[in-house]
């Protein structure tokens, strides 16, 4: 399915030359790329690399010079649909307000202290059961954990009923395993309702796990396609601007190559990483004495990253 | 003709609050005034604490000054220039917030400060003038005129409208407005109309209330609803109801011989009082 990604599917967005300068500096520098319809696109870059810009100039919330186009919506005649999750929801946890309370604000004209409307309670709750939070409707929204919060931004961004769906750093706030459910579940809404999904990760092992296509962007765009065939060490030392205490970051990639073209489990290697153990040499040559488990390379990274 | 059918509205207030004390004339249009206020103060006063606008409403406040400055010079009503200046200012305000990266308590400081002292100054060159300002900074809801009151009932049917239509959205764009304007809601227009509507709010509270108090009588019926609500319905219901019993019932008492106290004053303190129960109710309800 991945081969084919590249040459087959047509776009839902192409960046042609997009820049944007910020007083003295260089935002995004001549950005020319592609972004698959129907499909899982990752942005990935260091911090300030111009990813969170790069997707509010999706949005159309900051003017950029070049042109952002939409081909799939050419003949429509109509901007397309956005959903949005941000990275971290920073608001006033004390304004009393029920889950419902904040997913209605955004759907029913009539005002929330006349009622609410049946007709958009039931849809609401329709969603809230997509992304496994139904029981969550009638708790004070100010009151939830991170990860409640982002299933709910989620399923808010969802009863958009999005072209295009982009979220930024949506398992930034989640623990590994939350993640990975978080992905999990964005693949499987995405499959039943098809619209094209945009991330950006700082976690390249999500990356390579559950995207279909990934952007290397650091103001420039340093390469872009398939993950496995796309983050090469070329590549991401380049984005990264990264070369000591790097482990070898291909090792993902290489080791799901191991895995035949045939076989049959083939897709829940590309998720779940069974091949792992393969990595060990990569987790030896480590010494920071960290269990690293699965998400080994985004450890690396992260501390690399904090190093610079 | 307009004179009369205050009159009589106000004569009404008699029989919702039948004591001696609203025997006089201006108790009753006092009170029929406080009655149009409650609803624009805790409405707003929601809105106002869910946007984290304090600082904006009291800069508003302060315009008065101001206002009154410019109609000295202009030889203008002051009546028409504090609610004109005040709409000018609050616009501006919103418009500073939005487009600058400064931060917004230093944009509304520096307004602020600049409209204070540009009134200080025209109304110390006058003496007529100079004697106003005690009356804008205690407020005197007891000799509010026919003109105010008119205005009142004016601007209570524009923000009724606009909460019908913008009390949900408001609630979206204070928790994210970036999410909200993806979202297709038109921010931009909510908040500089919600900035143009609080400007008239508070300044027509001034006349009531006072500068020093304007923004205690509009942030403390909201903050005790959201001690006790639990959802956005009993936040507007509570904070209508906890306004309302503030404006009335701080009237009633100030007009007692042994209360003496301002009206202002005697209301915004009956609202404190409410905000303290409420607070101490709501962390018992979580133990």
Request: with cysteine; aromatic share 8%; net charge negative.
């Amino acid at each position: 399915m991945n081969a084919t990604v590249e040459q087959s599917s047509p776009d839902a967005v192409r960046f042609e030359h997009v820049g944007l300068v910020l007083g003295e500096n260089r935002i995004l520098d001549d950005v020319c790329a592609r972004i698959p319809l129907g499909k899982c696109t990752a942005i990935v870059g260091p911090n300030g690399a111009g990813k969170t810009t790069l997707t509010l100039a999706v949005l159309g919330q900051v003017k950029c010079t070049g042109r952002i186009v939409f081909p799939s919506l050419e003949g429509a005649a109509r901007r397309p649909r956005f959903g949005f999750v941000p990275q971290r929801l920073v608001f006033d946890r004390d304004i009393p307000m029920t889950v419902m309370d904040y997913l209605l604000s955004g759907l029913q004209r009539m005002p929330l202290f006349l009622g609410h409307s049946k007709r958009h309670e039931a849809r609401i709750l329709q969603y809230l059961e997509e992304v496994e939070c139904v029981r969550l409707a009638d708790h004070a929204f100010g009151a939830l954990s991170g990860g409640e919060i982002q299933r709910v931004l989620l399923a808010q961004a969802l009863l958009q009923e999005p072209d295009i769906l982009i979220l930024d750093e949506p398992t930034s706030g989640v623990d590994f395993k939350g993640g990975q459910i978080c992905c999990e579940l964005l693949r499987r809404v995405r499959e039943k309702r098809g619209f094209t999904q945009i991330m950006i990760s700082h976690d390249l092992a999500t990356v390579t796990a559950h995207a279909d296509h990934v952007i290397c962007l650091n103001h420039k765009v340093f390469g872009e396609g398939e993950p496995r065939r796309a983050l090469t060490h070329h590549v991401l030392s380049e984005t990264f601007g990264l070369h000591l205490g790097l482990p070898d970051l291909h090792g993902i990639p290489q080791d799901v190559r191991e895995c035949p073209e045939d076989c049959p489990l083939r897709a829940e290697h590309l998720h779940l990483h069974d091949h792992c153990h393969v990595d060990a040499p990569v987790v030896h040559g480590c010494s920071c004495g960290h269990d690293h488990g699965h998400n080994h390379a985004h450890d690396h990274h992260e501390e690399a990253g904090h190093a610079e | 003709m307009l004179n009369d059918l205050i009159l009589r509205i106000a004569d009404l207030t008699a029989y919702l609050f039948p004591f001696e004390c609203m025997e006089p004339e201006f108790m009753r249009r006092a009170m029929l005034g406080l009655l149009l206020i409650a609803p624009l103060a805790a409405l707003s006063g929601v809105q106002v604490v869910n946007s984290r606008m304090s600082f904006f409403s009291d800069a508003i406040g302060h315009s008065a000054f101001a206002g009154v400055a410019v109609g000295l010079i202009f030889s203008l009503p002051v009546d028409f220039t504090m609610p004109a200046l005040a709409l000018v200012i609050g616009l501006l305000i919103m418009y500073l917030r939005r487009g600058s990266r400064l931060s917004t308590d230093t944009v509304i400081g520096i307004i602020f400060s600049a409209v204070v002292a540009f009134g200080l100054w025209i109304v110390n060159r006058n003496r007529e003038a100079s004697r106003g300002v005690n009356m804008f900074l205690y407020g005197d809801v007891l000799t509010i005129g026919d003109n105010e009151i008119a205005l009142l009932f004016v601007l209570l049917a524009a923000f009724l409208v606009f909460q019908f239509f913008g009390w949900n959205r408001m609630l979206h764009i204070a928790v994210n407005e970036q999410i909200a304007g993806v979202h297709r809601i038109p921010v931009a227009l909510y908040q500089y109309l919600f900035a143009g509507l609080l400007s008239l709010v508070v300044i027509l509270c001034v006349r009531a209330v006072g500068v020093l108090l304007v923004t205690a009588i509009l942030i403390v019926p909201a903050a005790t609803a959201r001690n006790l609500a639990r959802n956005s319905r009993q936040l507007f219901f509570l904070s209508l109801v906890f306004s309302y019993i503030s404006c009335a019932g701080g009237l009633l008492i100030s007009a007692q011989q042994w209360m003496n106290a301002p009206s202002g004053a005697a209301i915004v303190l009956l609202a404190s009082l409410m905000f303290a129960v409420s607070f101490v109710a709501a962390r018992f309800r979580t133990k």
